[in-house]
């Protein structure tokens, strides 16, 4: 099998609200600029172009398309898209290196969740029969999962205000956050319930942002970068979208994607955990021990673009690899209600 | 700089879809006040019913009656309900395990306060008056011990309704912008990119072709070029022409990219490419930030542009 790895990563800051069209484009030219640029190459090196997106979030039709604009697609350039978190854009773009048809890719996410509503947008990706019709929305969804994690003894309103915590703490050296600081989770639980038993920190906040991948096979990465994240293990899972049928305290497609990826020795991970809670249940379900740095960079509850955030956990973590504080990461993402689908990506750099 | 012109934009679609024979069976069986599960391979009642076994992908067939009261197994509370949720005043999303069923149904319950609410209460359906057969003929589940009420007859249904409106602020681009602000005052606002000097109309936020911003604003003045058209002689609901007119793109003088526009003034037998053409703007007071401000274009009675002049821009 070839040797691929992530050879470089770019992201927009996060920021509740950016003046951009939510086809991208504004957001998109810099980090594009900013990843080729730092790796010596220009648009016409790259062989595959692969983006994840959503129409829904942008409110209007075929915004992936007004997007390649960004690009400056000509002479035509090999492109595809995903209506999910890039990070299966780049699973896509994984398999085309694989196969061997090209030696470089870049993809992209991007969401302008700013524009319309997001909680009520997120019923779109429900069953549209039984569900959507009564449009709960993202928040009321994760309570339930949450108080079942809770009234199960797997984690407390304690616990969950810890990791908000936490993940501002370790925020606080990524200049890019949307939410940082050194909060306390005592003065955290004294804040009003948004979706009892969800506080407002428990929530992944609205963001506007985007990120990009560039991915590179064999002599290519070692040409273009120093110390390159090599993809030892890369897997999707899903669960039945029916989540009355499952046990919502854990998730097994993430169990099941951990093991096949090859999640056992990992020393970071980079979770797309939108919730608290989802936090610790994605650390117990991919057997993360207390030696195991979760989100260094404060995860998406530090700030949360929408179809991007998946690919810049992967980005995150490979970063990591990249700047040699890390050995051998994991990089997850997440889609669907209730962690449904699930992502791992584990890279490990080599002397 | 002030913040690009930005405008409430309002999707709206009624999603009319076909049941089948396992949702078909569920939501008639619901305008009659019934609710049916369905036997999974492991012995399971799934409610509501699934089409296809969750764990070894099987068809299921075996339809299993159960009441329309339940248990809570997990809840949440929405202190602020939004649009289109089923109750407008504070209530629990839950998951209810109705008595006879091995799975949990997704609905709301209508407890009061919070306090009310708790994992293992006793819950029963809410029925709505006029049942149409879907997931809404539950208004909402209430707190109670008492049987809901009694099944009653009614006919199957084959397709359901869902609309959907969604609400969104879209945001002009920063060079579609000085384009929008420009037409209010009836000027042509294009933008040229600094790496091809191509000059768009209206412009993007980025040239196509070099993937780079466009920073050079350019005036046009309102007079071009056929480049192509076509007789529109097809009626379509909505349309504000009686048919055979003639829809043609518009080459400005100066510009890249070809808009297309309405030319009228001229029997459509008579429109050639390279036609020359100017632009028949609306009363002053009609103005706003659109192209409609020109109603139409016409010819200009000017010759026609030679074919070298506009074959790069077909």
Known sequence: ?351 | MTRPLSAPLDVGFDYTRSLGPTLGRFLSDLRRRKVTGIRGSDGRVHVPPLEYDPVTAERLHEFVDVAATGVVRGWSWIPEPLEGQPLDRPFAWALIQLDGADTSLLHAVDAGSPEQMGTGARVRARWRGERVGAITDIECFELSDEPAEEPTEADDVTMVTTPVNLHYTHSASPTEDPFLRGLMEGRLIAQRCPSCEKVYFPPRPACPTDGVPTTDQVELADRGTITTFCVVNVPFLGQRIPPPYVSAYVLLDGADIPFLHLLLGVAPEDVRMGMRVEAVWKPREEWGPTMQNIDHFKPSGEPDAPFDSYSQHL
């Open chain 1, 1 to 351: 099998m070839r040797d691929i790895a992530v050879v470089g990563f770019a992201q927009t800051p996060c920021v509740r609200e950016t003046d951009g069209t939510t086809n991208g484009v504004e957001m998109l030219v810099p980090i594009f600029h900013e990843v080729l640029g730092g790796l010596g190459l220009t648009k016409t090196d790259i062989g595959f172009w692969c983006s994840g997106s959503s129409d829904y979030l942008a409110g209007r039709a075929f915004s992936f398309v007004s997007a390649v604009d960004a690009i400056g697609a000509f002479p035509p350039i090999a492109e595809s898209h995903v209506e999910m978190d890039a990070a299966w854009a780049l699973y896509e773009a994984w398999v085309k290196l694989l196969c061997g048809e090209v030696d470089t890719a870049l993809v992209y996410g991007f969401g302008k969740s700013s524009a319309g509503q997001l909680r009520r947008v997120m019923a779109m990706q429900l069953d549209p029969y039984l569900v959507t019709p009564l449009w709960p929305d993202s928040l009321g969804l994760a309570g339930i999962q949450a108080r079942m994690g809770i009234e199960n003894g797997l984690w407390d309103e304690r616990a969950m205000a810890a990791v908000a915590a936490q993940s501002r703490q370790h925020a606080l050296s990524n200049p890019l956050a949307q939410l940082s600081g050194e909060v306390d989770a005592d003065e955290l639980l004294a804040l009003p319930y948004v979706a009892d038993p969800l506080r407002r920190h428990d929530c992944a906040p609205i963001t506007d942002g985007a990120a990009t991948i560039v991915l590179a096979a064999g002599d290519k990465a070692r040409e273009l970068c120093e110390r390159p994240a090599w993809i030892t293990g890369f897997e999707h899972r899903v669960d039945s979208p029916s989540f009355g049928t499952r046990d919502l305290t854990t998730s097994p497609s993430a169990v099941a994607a951990g093991k096949a990826a090859g999640a056992d020795g990992v020393e970071l991970a980079e979770l797309h955990a939108p919730f608290t809670h989802q936090e610790i249940l994605l650390r117990q379900a991919l057997g993360l021990g207390d030696d195991v740095t979760v989100n260094p960079s404060g995860g998406v509850l530090a700030g949360n673009p929408m179809f991007a955030a998946g690919l810049a956990r992967i980005g995150e973590a490979a970063r990591r690899i990249h700047d040699g504080t890390a050995q051998k990461v994991l990089g997850h993402a997440t889609s669907g209600p209730l962690l449904q689908q699930n992502l791992v990506c584990v890279m490990e750099g080599r002397e």
